[in-house]
């Protein structure tokens, strides 16, 4: 059938139609026997791109689907990708404001489809305590509060007061003067606005890191409650915490 080839990067129709958020081919995929634990050229199976599209409707057809899916050897988990991260490590690569709320709708679709995860580890030695570990909250908060969209301008664009006066062609130093009092304002207003910019972005940076902070504290219990070793030493020989000291 059809929905058994691949293409020349072993990608297979359930590939495509779990990237791309078809659910309703996913089901006739699945349906007409497509594999869900079958990986393309880099180790991926179609739940991993699901994962990595946040299309958490696909990933629940697909867990759904049947015994034994998403499982290798009657308990590891298969559904990794290329690096062989499994499913809750892969939802920490881009950590972000989101994450929260990733992990507890897939808490909530693990525990409607009675899955357990366990602790499990990737091609480095990396688990999801590793990764969340990994991320640096200082740098992470900058990108989002550059990302933000910014205020609504001012519309006092600081035009030219351009107050006339009947006697500056008669005296000309007295408007040279005023020139020069006018463009001291404007550049003492400009370096008070720049400062004012900055600090309402050193704010929105500073609230983004608490909310950062938190959301991992929220994350590392969830993980807990999964199982996951937080003093887990990698190939290279880090531990999750040796990770968060370094960022």
């Not at 690569?93 to 992990?103: A, E, S």
């Not at 709708?105 to 602790?119: E, G, M, N, T």
């Not at 400062?195 to 807990?224: G, P």
């Amino acid at each position: 059938m059809k929905c058994f080839r691949v293409d020349t990067s072993g990608n297979t129709a359930l590939h495509y139609a779990s990237a791309y958020g078809w659910a309703e081919c996913v089901k006739a995929l699945l349906q007409a026997g497509a594999d869900p634990n079958q990986q393309n050229l880099w180790n991926t199976t179609s739940a991993s791109l699901a994962i990595q599209k946040c299309h958490y409707r696909i990933l629940d057809i697909i867990l759904n689907s049947g015994p034994g899916v998403g499982q290798k050897d009657g308990d590891k988990p298969f559904l990794s990708d290329a690096n062989g991260r499994d499913l809750v490590s892969q939802h920490l690569l881009h950590f972000d404001k989101d994450t929260v709320d990733h992990f507890q709708v897939l808490a909530s679709l693990f525990k409607r489809l009675k899955i357990q995860p366990h602790d499990s580890s990737d091609h480095q030695g990396f688990n999801a305590f590793h990764y969340l570990c990994s991320f640096n909250p200082e740098k992470v908060s900058k990108e989002m509060a550059d990302n933000d969209e910014s205020d609504q301008e001012n519309e006092e664009n600081g035009a030219d007061d351009e107050c006339s006066d009947e006697y500056d062609d008669e005296f000309p130093d007295r408007r040279r003067r005023r020139n020069r009092l006018s463009k001291k304002g404007k550049k003492a207003k400009a370096m008070e606005d720049d400062e004012d910019e900055m600090s309402k972005e050193m704010r929105k940076q500073i609230k983004h890191y608490k909310n950062l902070a938190e959301n991992a504290v929220k994350i590392a219990k969830i993980l807990e409650e999964w199982g996951y070793n937080y003093e887990s030493i990698s190939i290279n020989g880090h531990s999750p915490l040796s990770l968060a000291a370094e960022c």
